[in-house]
């Protein structure tokens, strides 16, 4: 399973870092990523990456968070992280943590998904 931390209560301007950890199953080869979703709205892509080989990693993000977020994977690739700097009311969301053999943006193409953490944002 994915299994997803960090997420709460935060200000606009305030900084937040999920994490999400896979067990049971070794995931450093495959795309661990980030979509988010709220009430009455359709699960949307925010960040991917994946390992390229060496020390490169491929990563992605959506265009409305890529100034402001951040995804990296732990040297063991079990472990990703989100970044989150400059929060703002509309990143208000419970965000999915996705594992995929490919690089998926689109959420019905994700094998595997944590159960989501919360992330609250007040003005």
């Known amino acids: 399973p994915l299994v997803e931390s960090g997420g709460g209560l935060a200000q606009a301007g305030d900084s937040l870092r999920l994490s999400c950890a896979a067990f049971?199953?070794?995931?450093?080869?495959?795309?661990m990523g980030w979509f988010r979703q709220t009430p009455g709205q359709a699960r949307e892509f925010v960040a991917m990456?994946?390992?390229?080989?060496?020390?490169?990693?491929?990563?992605e993000y959506a265009d409305s968070v890529k100034e402001r977020f951040i995804i990296s994977k732990d040297n063991a690739g079990q472990t990703v992280y989100l970044q989150i700097n400059s929060l703002a009311p509309e990143d208000s969301a419970v965000y999915y943590c996705?594992?995929?053999?490919?690089?998926?943006?689109?959420?019905?193409?994700?094998?595997?998904w944590g159960e989501g953490t919360r992330v609250t944002v007040s003005s």
């Open positions: 996705a594992a995929d053999l490919n690089y998926p943006k689109v959420p019905t193409l994700v094998d595997y």
């Open positions: 990456t994946k390992w390229s080989g060496g020390n490169r990693y491929l990563t």
């Open positions: 049971g199953r070794n995931v450093s080869r495959y795309s």
